[in-house]
C-alpha cells in the first residue's frame, strides 16, 4: 500500500477534523479490504470483524522544554545524564509530549518509549515528593538506582 492509506492534516484537538478523520480512516479501511478481497488469493471471502473505536492521534501539543529533542539527536542517539529530569516549571515530563521537533517526535511517541519514561519521570517525582525537593533537584543516579531496584 503507499501513504495515500494515511490520514493527514488533522488537528488532533479539533472535534470536527476528527469526526472527518474517523470517517477517511473507515473509508480507507473499506478500500483495503476491497482490494485484498479481490487481488490476495485467499481473501476472496474476507471481511473485516473489528477495528479501533476512535482514530489514534500521533501528535497533537507538544511542551517547549529547556531543551528541544530533534531529528539530529536521533540517528546519533545522543544521551544526557539527567534525561529524566525536567525545567524549571517543576513539572517531570514524559511519553509523547516530551520537549522535541515534529521530526524526533516520532522517535518517541512510541509506547515502550512513553512506559519508559514515565516510570522514570514517576520514580524521580517519587523521589522528590519525600523530602519536598523540586523534581530538577533529584540526583540522576538516585532515579536509575530506584529503576534498577524495581
Do not use: N
Not at 25 to 51: D, H, N, T
Amino acid at each position: 500500500m503507499t501513504d495515500r492509506y494515511r490520514v493527514t492534516g488533522v488537528i488532533g484537538t479539533s472535534v470536527w477534523d476528527l469526526a472527518r478523520a474517523e470517517w477517511q480512516a473507515r473509508r480507507q479501511m473499506r478500500q483495503i479490504s476491497a482490494f485484498l478481497r479481490k487481488y490476495v488469493p485467499g481473501f476472496e471471502r474476507s471481511y473485516v470483524v473489528q477495528s479501533g473505536v476512535t482514530i489514534g492521534v500521533r501528535e497533537s501539543h507538544r511542551i517547549s522544554g529547556e531543551y528541544q529533542l530533534t531529528s539530529d539527536d536521533i540517528p546519533g542517539e545522543r544521551r544526557w545524564d539527567d534525561s529524566c529530569r525536567s525545567g524549571w516549571t517543576g513539572l517531570a515530563v514524559a511519553g509523547r509530549c516530551i520537549s522535541g521537533t515534529h521530526e524526533a517526535h516520532s522517535s518517541y511517541r512510541v509506547m515502550p518509549i512513553a512506559l519508559a519514561t514515565g516510570q522514570a519521570a514517576g520514580v524521580c517525582a517519587a523521589l522528590a515528593a519525600r523530602p519536598g525537593k523540586a523534581v530538577r533537584d533529584v540526583p540522576v543516579g538516585h532515579v536509575q538506582a530506584e529503576l534498577c531496584r524495581l
